[in-house]
């Protein structure tokens, strides 16, 4: 999983850096967390809206507390922006690679079209590996 941050530019906010650097704080409370956290900000995931905050902070930290994250070294690193440079970071080797939209997935190196059956390509792909 790599958040990217492309959208802020598009609807003038800083809110994909903001769940992004979330993400990446929630990374430290173990794979788990960081899963259950990731999963819950796509489902409230507002409708995009251009010069309008998807999320607060305060709504970040809300929902880490909700599936287990709630130390004080939390808040802080989603608050102080802990890891905006390594946000910045991926999001720019990302869009190097031309990766433009999420989710994008690869298999066996090459770019997935998602609309497909992962299943089976995932299957076809294992049996090719044999």
Known sequence: VHPLSFLDGTLD???????????????????????????????????????????????????????????????????????EGWVTQVQTTMAGAGITQTPTVFLDGEKFDVTADLDAAIDEALKNDQ
């Not at 930290?61 to 802990?82: H, K, M, Q, R």
């Open 13 to 83: 906010n800083d809110s994909s850096v903001l769940a992004a650097n979330a993400f990446g704080c929630a990374t430290d409370a173990g794979e788990q967390q960081a899963l259950d956290f990731h999963l819950t900000v796509y489902a409230n995931q507002p409708t995009e809206t251009r010069g309008q905050p998807a999320w607060s902070a305060d709504q970040l930290i809300g929902w880490g507390n909700d599936v287990g994250i709630d130390d004080a070294d939390w808040e802080d690193c989603v608050n102080e922006l802990t890891y």
